[in-house]
């Protein structure tokens, strides 16, 4: 089975524009969940969704969206950018049946200048 | 205070040492994740505990539900086991992960 892929790996923006991220879960999983990582703060939770919903969001402003096609797809957008949006992106795949291991892509690398 | 803390932050230990990592949670979880991260960010999941002890190879997992404590062990300990080290748990009732800062780990040969 194919792991968890996301693109682009590297980004470069400039403040004040957006982006826009893309993650492909193993096949079969329905739960697509988003983290940032900044060496400040570590890891932290952004969203999760099933099957085309968002099932819980974490604490992070509202230029920060996502949404989940009904492939199981998921992009995650962010608007306005900040230089603190800064970050690698993390998304992670499960079936989304209950407590499960989830298998992480390897991440898109976000730079904003 | 953080809601899931982990200790030390930082360890250095010689080839072949017994490393034990700690994760103290303050929240109900319905499990706790240990995840190691290598240099260049890929994320591994090791192990996912709601009760008791896992094993899988040299690394092994307990939790402590009462105590709110979990560990992780690596028995002779190897340089490629040098990574971070992340403890992370998922609260009760949500869908929440929430993560400890992680314990970077450095194993010298």
């Known amino acids: 089975k194919a792991g968890v892929t996301q693109t682009p790996r590297y980004l470069i923006k400039t403040r004040g524009q957006q982006v826009t991220l893309s993650c492909s879960p193993i096949s079969g999983h329905r739960s697509v969940s988003w983290y940032q990582q900044t060496p400040g703060q570590g890891l932290q939770f952004l969203f999760e969704y099933f099957s085309e919903t968002q099932r819980n969001k974490g604490n992070f402003p509202g230029r920060f969206s996502g949404r989940q096609f009904s492939n199981s797809r998921s992009e995650m957008n962010v608007s306005t950018l900040e230089l603190g949006d800064s970050a690698l992106y993390l998304c992670?795949?499960?079936?989304?049946?209950?407590?499960?291991?989830?298998?992480f892509g390897p991440g898109t690398r976000l730079l904003v200048l | 205070k953080n809601e899931v803390e982990q200790s030390p932050q930082n360890l250095t230990a010689q080839e072949g040492e017994f490393i034990t990592i700690n994760c103290s949670y303050s929240?109900?979880?319905?499990?706790l994740h240990w995840l190691q991260q290598h240099p260049g960010g890929g994320i591994v999941s090791l192990f996912m505990l709601s009760s008791g002890k896992k094993k899988h190879g040299r690394l092994i997992a307990t939790i402590n539900i009462q105590e709110k404590h979990s560990s992780l062990h690596i028995t002779a300990s190897h340089p490629r086991d040098s990574a971070v080290y992340i403890c992370?748990?998922?609260?009760?009732?949500?869908?929440?992960?929430?993560f400890g800062t992680g314990t970077r780990l450095k194993v010298l040969a």
């Open positions: 992370a748990v998922r609260a009760s009732g949500t869908y929440k992960y929430i």
């Open positions: 929240v109900g979880i319905s499990a």
């Open positions: 992670a795949s499960r079936t989304g049946m209950g407590p499960e291991t989830q298998y």
